[in-house]
Each structure stands twice: as structure tokens, then as C-alpha cells.
């Protein structure tokens, strides 16, 4: 009989110095089906405000990403650690519990863009690289949905288009968000939180779990990467 196969679905929330802070990890079977988690703040970092501050861009306005939101985010933090829904752990702890993980489930290891998260954890020190084998989850499901004709009518249904750059480029959104709402099938389904264990639960399980759907592992091993001049609005759409 064939080992089951489990996946781990990884996501991460970074501070101004490329390091980890919030980091979730999920295993799941091909239906999407929790087999156990871990979402937690990285003491080494999320307790150093001073040094390694989370992530926020300087001199915009942004609701989410501006300084000037940064303590709400910290008092949403502190929060999740009062309610029990985050805990803190350091590095060697989350590298313990993944090691047990691997050991157990033998997962394959995933991302909704692989690169980054890998590129922040081994910035942390956290071992993305035990697991033999991963798949970058965007470039799966851009691979699997994004020239089915289905697809691209939901992404004109809900004007899922980046908003024009200052060279008149205009691209279709590929973003978990528009993925996790065609896959959902439910256009008012909210923006992600930006927080790593709701982002995986919430958004990137599920558009696993359906990329996964009737595909053996090496259908989706390997996705081609992303190219953003293959997803211009101006080649899959033609005024009328």
C-alpha cells in the first residue's frame, strides 16, 4: 500500500530585517484535512521591537503597511498571545517541533511563494531544508488555473487587475486572495489578514487542497516559475 501523503503548508510574517516573527506551519492530507499545526510569535525577534521591528513601509499611507498602523498590529499580536491563539517559541523550538514533524509525516513542504518564506527562514535560522521535497503552491496554481477560461472570467467578473504601472503595465492578479475566492467560489471573500496561521488555514489550504484535486504529486511538483509578461491584461482580454 502507497504512503499516504502529507504536506506542510508554511507561512511567515517578517520584520524590517528579513527575519521571521509570526511563523505557522500545517500539515494537512490531500483534502486540505488538518493533522496537526503550529502558529507561533519567534521570540528571537518579535520581543527585539527595537532592532527587528515588524515589517512596514516608511512614508506611506497604507492601512496596513504603514508605520503609523505598526502598534495595532503589535497590540494585535500581544492579544493572540493573551487568548492563546499564538504562543511564543524560539528558534530552536520551532526547529525541534518541525523536526518531529518530518519524522512523522514526511511531509512536502509548500508556500504561496515558496522563495520568500524559505529566503526569510533561512534568514532566522529556522530549517526549511529538512524536507526533501517542496513546490512553490503560487506557481502550482497559476500553472493549474490561470489559462483555464473559467479563471480568467472570474478575474474580469471581480476586476482582478493590478492597477496600471507608470509604463501603462496592467497585470491579473495571481495573489492568494483572487485564488482562494475562485477556488472558494465567493467573490466577497475577504482580503487576507496578513497574519501566518489564518493566511494558511484560511486561504492557503484550500487552494492546495483543490490544486491537489484528481493530480498525482508530480503533476504539481516543479511549476514553471512565474513570468509577470505572461499575465498582462492586454493579451487575454479584448475590448468589445
Known amino acids: 500500500m502507497a504512503r499516504k501523503q502529507y504536506f506542510l503548508v508554511i507561512d511567515t510574517e517578517t520584520t ?10 500545517v500539515v494537512v492530507d490531500r ?18 521591537r527595537e532592532n527587528h521591528p515588524l515589517f512596514h513601509v516608511k512614508g506611506v499611507a497604507d492601512p496596513l503597511w504603514g508605520l503609523a498602523n505598526l502598534p495595532k498590529r503589535y497590540a494585535a499580536y500581544d492579544e493572540m498571545l493573551v487568548t492563546g491563539s499564538r504562543m511564543l517559541a524560539s528558534v530552536p523550538a520551532i526547529n525541534s517541533w518541525l523536526a518531529k514533524v518530518n519524522a512523522k509525516y514526511r511531509p512536502v513542504a509548500t508556500a504561496y511563494n515558496l522563495a520568500f518564506d524559505r529566503d526569510k527562514m533561512r534568514k532566522s535560522g529556522i530549517d526549511c531544508d529538512m524536507f526533501s521535497q517542496s513546490f512553490c503552491l503560487w506557481h502550482a496554481a497559476v500553472a493549474r488555473y490561470f489559462e483555464t477560461r473559467e479563471f480568467r472570467q472570474f478575474v474580469l467578473e471581480t476586476h482582478g487587475f493590478t492597477p496600471p504601472t507608470p509604463h501603462g503595465n496592467m497585470s491579473i492578479k495571481t495573489n492568494a486572495e483572487i485564488m482562494a475566492r475562485f477556488i472558494l ?34 503533476q504539481v511538483m516543479d511549476p514553471p516559475p512565474f513570468n509577470w509578461r505572461s499575465v498582462q491584461v492586454k493579451d487575454w482580454y479584448q475590448p468589445k
Request: charged share 25%; aromatic share 8%; glycine share 6%.
Open 16 to 25: 524590517q530585517t528579513d527575519k521571521v516573527a509570526d511563523f505557522v506551519a
Open 185 to 218: 467560489g465567493d467573490a466577497n471573500f475577504p482580503d487576507e489578514p496578513h497574519t501566518a496561521l489564518e493566511d494558511a488555514l484560511d486561504y492557503e489550504v484550500p487552494i492546495l487542497a483543490a490544486v491537489l484535486k484528481g493530480r498525482t504529486l508530480s
Open 31 to 48: 483534502q486540505g484535512k488538518v493533522q496537526t499545526q503550529v502558529g507561533c510569535l519567534v521570540r528571537d525577534f518579535y520581543l527585539d
